[in-house]
């Protein structure tokens, strides 16, 4: 072999590692380059991902505080309703309170028709208590300013409810140590104030039957609660 095939060989050699190297090098450039585009895309889509998570958890605060403030305005209105509803049934009760005091309104040195009517039911409120009670012997209590009217329908209360008991009359002791507080005044708003009617209690007095006008008022607006309620609500 002489020297031009040698070179020519050595020529074809280093062409066919030239060529090699770099198809090699291009391998190595794709690889890098899909490597590279790989962990860029995951790293995007990592960041988006961080992005959605957060707007989300920042969504779910937005819709927590919207829910919060809808309770609190919600709460907030019920209580102006609640609290309407109260100064209503309030006043209702302090306009049915006067007419009270009117029903229990007497004068002292003449008598009047209200006299009649209350003496009336004066005597109607001691035979339900007589009634309730049914006692041999009671002790009763009234307002100092209703004593005469008390006194004047003891003995046909007493009777009424003999013949509607079908027993003997019972003994009625009026306390004159101990009475009911007088009427409301403008003077003492905030003291303690019956606006007429009696308390009787057994002897032992373990037994008490309120037969006062303001408990007769409370009992009423108890039972008519839920009515004037759905009256309201029905309104408002």
Known sequence: MNDADVSRQI????????????????????????????????????EKKKIRQEYERKERQVEIRKKIEYSMQLNASRIKVLQAQDDVISSMKEAASKELLSVSHHHHLTVTHHDHVYRNLLKDLIVQCLLR???????????????????????SA??????????EPPEIIVDNQVYLPPGPSHHNAHD???????????????????????????VVFRKKLPEVNFFMRCNS
Do not use: W
């Open 11 to 46: 020529q074809q050699m280093v062409r066919f590692i030239r060529q090699e190297a770099e198809e090699k090098a291009n391998e190595i450039s794709v690889s890098a380059e899909e490597e590279f585009n790989i962990e860029k895309l995951q790293l995007v889509e990592a």
């Open 158 to 167: 007493a009777q009424e409810y003999a013949d509607k008991a079908n027993v």
């Open 192 to 218: 303690i104030y019956c606006s007429g009617g009696v308390v009787l209690a057994s002897r032992d007095g373990k037994i008490v039957c309120e037969n006062t006008l303001d408990a007769r008022l409370d």
């Open 133 to 155: 009670l049914k006692e041999p012997s009671v002790l009763l209590r009234c307002r100092k300013d209703d004593l005469h009217l008390v006194e004047h329908v003891l003995d």
